[in-house]
């Protein structure tokens, strides 16, 4: 299964609405998920199947989608979140990783 | 909330050997299937693994066939990945994490172990 994420980077300023989408060779049902890696750090989980936000992640993080396509959406960007996310699918191994979006501040 | 501790890492000349080591803080790691990914310097993460709780379901990415083996001991809390006939291209930060959920995603993850391959 290949997944293509977009976009590579993105630039953006405090408060704006952001939306990154993954897209996926076949049906994924629920087997998505989103991470958010700061520099030095390990990934941290965002959101599980598709749509499910971890414990302690801002309400402000949302997943959706359905079949191939799925977006991570944050809806007004704090400065804490300028970082670099990815998806990933479990559907059947090999799982895989998109490419990333690295967020940065305009 | 269990945590994950890797080591093993190091600076390795090319066509040597290693492993690296995940331990887990809970012994009920014992009924955690687990995750090898890593990340080469600037570059975004590659899943390279996965075993499940007693070891009888292993899966491997294509890159990693045939020079990675993922094994446990259950006991010791540990998980393992030994790397074969490393390459320049091996180098990287390897992070361990815990497959979670009806739906197999990677949380928590370890801090990581860093492996550079070089003469």
């Known amino acids: 299964i290949q997944i293509t994420q977009s976009p590579s980077s993105l630039s953006a300023s405090v408060g704006d609405r952001v939306t990154i989408t993954c897209r996926a060779s076949?049906?994924?049902?629920?087997?998505l998920h989103w991470y958010q890696q700061r520099p030095g750090s390990a990934p941290k989980l965002l959101i599980y199947a598709v749509s499910n936000l971890q414990v302690g992640v801002p309400s402000r993080f949302s997943g959706s989608g359905s079949g191939t396509a799925f977006t991570l959406t944050i809806s007004s960007l704090q400065p804490e979140d300028f970082a670099t996310y990815y998806c990933?699918?479990?559907?059947?191994?090999?799982?895989?990783f998109g490419q990333g979006t690295k967020l940065e501040i305009k | 909330e269990v945590q994950l501790v890797e080591s093993g890492g190091g600076l390795v000349q090319p066509g040597g050997s290693l492993r690296l080591t995940c331990t887990a803080s809970?012994?009920?790691?014992?009924?955690?299937?687990m995750n090898w990914v890593r990340q080469a310097p600037g570059k975004g993460l590659e899943w390279l693994s996965y075993i499940n709780s007693d070891s009888t379901t292993i899966y491997y990415a294509d890159s990693v066939k045939g020079r990675f083996t993922i094994s446990r001991d259950n006991a010791k809390r540990s998980l393992y990945l030994e790397i074969n006939d490393l390459r320049a291209g091996d180098t990287a930060m390897y992070y361990c994490?815990?497959?979670?959920?009806?739906?197999?995603?990677?949380?928590?993850w370890g801090q990581g172990t860093l492996v550079t391959v070089s003469s």
């Open positions: 076949q049906g994924l049902g629920k087997y």
């Open positions: 990933q699918h479990s559907y059947s191994a090999p799982y895989s």
């Open positions: 994490a815990r497959d979670t959920g009806f739906h197999n995603w990677c949380d928590p």
């Open positions: 809970e012994a009920i790691f014992s009924t955690y299937n």
